[in-house]
């Protein structure tokens, strides 16, 4: 006679059975792991399209100029973000996009990669204007088929452009090639509202987010621009797969731009003038009776540029009251 104990083991074991016929086959996490068979050399190339043409508000001229940054870019998996929309910035995030620190930023890769969630650190040269490339080359590796990447706009208070976990795997197969328009984002560490704010801390700090025509909605706000309801690219990234034959050509330094790459041009942005408030009205000058005047004024904080709104009358007159007379001797 069967033990009840080798009867409940049987048991188990058709219900086991059971479970994995009907379950079928494991499915990637999220639809981020790479089947590939090997792995991917790429060419990146980023482009800075931050003009005065495009961006004329408050546009950097010198102390600095507008540049960018050297670029940071991490091949990772799903169990690595090197930055994330809508969440806290990390301390190495904060440094890179405030000042341009990479140290903490690279240690934390660093340690990503001791426990396999990173594959490969790559950077390149800044941009010492807003207008302009550079570029790397990238080895994407089928375990780590995620890039992630970051360049800080300068001067800024904590703003930057990136890549937050950009899979250039799909399945078995790597991607041919990807082009990204970029958006400035904000770290949320900073309280600045202009490219040249002095540095004013977040307290607490608020979590990373993109920075929109309308959003900070602050007039003082460098990215303001109520009239457009998107703000043009202020940069981009092509990423182009390349040939891994053995006469494949030296590799690619900082800043050489391939061929196939064209420029963008973009059209440009209109920028309304804008006026202080008027200041209160003077005394009168003359005859109280008749033909006596007084004045008020205002200036202008923002002047108009790309056809935009022109500047209203600066100087307003009116008839005299009788109670604010000024009798000239």
Known sequence: MMSSEHLTQQLLAVLLNLCLTFAGPLRPLNGTECTAKGPASYILVFTGHWSPQAFPKQYPLFRPPAQWSKL??????????????????????????????????????KEARKRRAVGAMHRTAGIPNGIGH??????MQPRSSLLSLMVK???????????????LCEGSRWKQEVTIDLQPYDAGTDNGFTFSSPNFPTIPPENIT?????????????????????????????????????DRQTPMSNHILPNSIIPKRF??????????????WGLCLGPCSRG??????????????????????????????????MRLQ
């Open 267 to 280: 059209s440009a942005t209109p920028l309304d003038c804008e006026v202080s408030f008027w200041s209160p």
């Open 292 to 325: 006596g005047v007084r004045h008020r004024t205002r200036y202008i904080l923002l002047r108009p540029a790309n056809a935009g709104v022109p500047c209203p009358e600066l100087e307003e007159q009116t008839e005299c009251v009788p109670h604010s007379c």
């Open 210 to 246: 993109k920075i929109t025509s309308q959003m900070p909605n602050h007039p003082a706000n460098s990215f303001y621009y109520p009239r457009l309801k998107e703000l043009p690219p202020i940069a981009s990234i092509k990423i182009t797969q390349q040939s891994r034959s053995s």
């Open 134 to 139: 550079s570029s790397t080359e990238l080895l």
């Open 153 to 167: 706009m300068v001067p800024s208070p904590d703003w930057f452009v990136g890549v937050d976990s950009l899979n």
């Open 72 to 109: 940071i870019a991490v091949s990772h998996n799903r169990h690595f973000r090197l930055w994330e929309e809508g969440a806290p910035a990390s301390s190495g995030v904060q440094n890179f996009a405030e000042v341009g620190v990479t140290v903490e930023l690279m240690k934390a890769a």
